[in-house]
Nanobody, 123 residues
């Protein structure tokens, strides 16, 4: 069982930045960030694993950066050039077993989820 706790959300104007953090109760190899806007499904944003490059959704490439501090069991998401369409509840997640990076933005591949942190971007 892995507990995940996100923090760092808030309200910013378009063009601003935020950094989200997610502390895990134990080590996990692959971790991901997902988001869900009202009335929409959960969308994979970025994932990172010990092997291979991070994976990003097309909508955030070049603006978001995912990183992980294994010594602190902490996952980060640096979000720059934020847009109103980035407004959503953001969740971090970890799978129970290893998953291929090709599926690492699929929510159904993840078992453990945090409670979420709200990001609101105003125009």
């Amino acid at each position: 069982q892995v507990q995940l706790v996100e923090s760092g959300g808030g309200s910013v104007q378009a063009g601003g930045s935020l950094r989200l953090s997610c502390v895990a109760s134990g080590y996990t190899d692959t971790m991901g960030w997902f988001r869900q806007a009202p009335g929409k499904g959960r969308e994979g944003v970025a994932s990172i694993a010990s092997v291979g490059d991070p994976v990003y959704a097309d909508s955030v490439k070049g603006r978001f950066t995912v990183s992980k501090d294994n010594a602190k069991n902490t996952l980060y998401l640096q979000m720059n050039s934020l847009k109103p369409e980035d407004t959503a509840m953001y969740y971090c997640a970890a799978p129970r077993y290893g998953i291929s990076r090709y599926f690492s933005l699929r929510a159904d591949k993840y078992t453990y989820w945090g409670q979420g942190t709200q990001v609101t971007v105003s125009s």
